[in-house]
């Protein structure tokens, strides 16, 4: 039997768990198991508090004259 309650500020930490754990499920077959590795990953903040996340990493494809480097990323 499941139980169903509202999430409060205390929920925070199994919230990111859930939450990597889904993403993980979902998305981690579309990706090198090295992304991770290599990856900068990125923490929005508004007054301390945590708010959104980025990850990207470098692509395949690279230009050598200074232009943009291909990436990968993922905002949740």
Same mark, same amino acid.
């Given at each position: 039997? $499941?139980?169903?309650?509202?999430?409060?500020? &205390?929920?925070?930490?199994?919230?990111?768990?859930?939450?990597?754990?889904?993403? !993980?499920?979902? &998305?981690?077959?579309? $990706?090198?198991? !090295? $992304?991770?590795?290599?990856?900068?990953?990125?923490?929005?903040?508004?007054?301390?508090?945590?708010?959104?996340?980025?990850?990207?990493?470098?692509?395949? *494809?690279?230009?050598?004259?200074?232009? *943009?480097?291909? *990436?990968?990323?993922?905002?949740?």
């Amino acid at each position: 039997m $499941f139980t169903v309650r509202r999430a409060d500020q &205390y929920d925070g930490d199994v919230l990111g768990e859930i939450h990597a754990a889904s993403w !993980e499920a979902a &998305y981690a077959p579309f $990706f090198d198991p !090295e $992304f991770a590795a290599h990856a900068t990953i990125l923490l929005a903040e508004h007054d301390s508090r945590p708010l959104a996340l980025s990850v990207s990493a470098a692509g395949e *494809s690279r230009t050598t004259d200074g232009g *943009s480097k291909a *990436s990968r990323s993922a905002i949740s």
